[in-house]
């Protein structure tokens, strides 16, 4: 079975850092690229970035450029998005998802986590 474990979300002051964590299973890690979306309060969910298993190659969207920083641990079968100087409209549901990969990783989408909370306070 095919789970996505996200993790690291909660309640954090504008200019503040965290790093959330994905973590794999029932897979084979390599295969796949996993991506990391949001979706805001009324908004449409939207793709921030993603990171090939086997390579390393990372994308980021318009929403991830900049302040965040994506990477895997391979042996641990989790990838991380490490989020600097956060601004109120970080504020989201946070998800990850395996992905095919490649340039348009965010329309090859077949499992998602359940999503984590973060909170950026003014």
């Known amino acids: 079975e095919v789970q996505l474990v996200e993790s690291g979300g909660g309640l954090v002051q504008a200019g503040g850092s965290l790093r959330l964590s994905c973590a794999a299973s029932?897979?084979?890690?390599?295969?796949?690229?996993i991506g990391w979306f949001r979706q805001a309060p009324g908004k449409e969910r939207e793709g921030v970035s993603c990171?090939?298993?086997?390579?390393?190659?990372?994308y980021y969207e318009d929403s991830g450029k900049g302040r965040f920083t994506i990477s895997s641990d391979n042996a641990k079968n989790t990838v991380y998005l490490q989020m600097n100087s956060l601004k109120p409209k970080a504020t989201a549901v946070y998800y990850c998802?395996?992905?095919?990969?490649?340039?348009?990783?965010?329309?090859?989408?077949?499992?998602w986590g359940q999503g984590t909370q973060v909170t950026v306070s003014s």
């Open positions: 029932g897979f084979t890690f390599d295969d796949y690229a």
């Open positions: 990171i090939s298993s086997s390579d390393g190659t990372n």
């Open positions: 998802a395996r992905s095919e990969g490649g340039s348009s990783w965010y329309t090859k989408v077949d499992y």
